[in-house]
């Protein structure tokens, strides 16, 4: 009895952590310096939450991840994007749909236009299991628009990031 107690319990942690979680987007009071389009949303984010993310990075696996973007915050970015696993154009788009702009969404630290225009203050986050690529684990996760349903970005994050909060 003790056993299936503790299997269905460890059943309901696991179906607990993979259900989806409403994130409440925070005020960014930082310059927004990087438009990522996917599909037709439009997420801005700041270099200087993009930079912080990169510092993360760099403590988890300094050999692969730089400490900083290099990103010039007199410059405005535009980074277009569609599914997981497209080819890139440039370094700035697999770090954008798969590490930094999945880990700032989880944080909040974005600000989102809906293809109509209108701001959307909080949304749905579907994280799945992590998956081991090449020795590092990646979580898989989808945002969707709360109001539509509509996927509103999708990528992978660093495992190592999933726990890290920003400090401001």
Do not use: C
Not at 114 to 142: C, W
């Amino acid at each position: 009895m003790k056993r299936v107690i503790a299997l269905l319990s460890m059943v309901l942690v696991v179906y607990i952590s993979n259900a989806q979680q409403t994130i409440k987007m925070h005020r960014l009071w930082h310059k927004t310096e990087m438009q990522v389009v996917f599909h037709e949303y439009r997420l801005f984010f700041s270099i200087r939450d993009i930079d912080a993310a990169m510092r993360y990075l760099h403590e988890i696996n300094p050999e692969i991840y730089d400490s900083t973007s290099h990103l010039d915050t007199n410059k405005l970015y535009a980074v277009e994007l569609e599914e997981r696993n497209m080819e890139y154009m440039n370094g700035m788009e697999p770090l954008m749909q798969n590490l930094v702009g999945v880990y700032l969404l989880t944080r909040g630290r974005a600000y989102i236009e809906s293809p109509k225009g209108r701001k959307i203050t909080e949304v749905k986050a579907d994280i799945g299991e992590a998956r081991d690529t090449n020795g590092m684990y990646f979580v898989p996760v989808n945002f969707y628009d709360p109001k539509t349903g509509k996927l509103l970005f999708a990528g992978n994050m660093n495992v190592g990031l999933q726990h890290k909060l920003l400090d401001f």
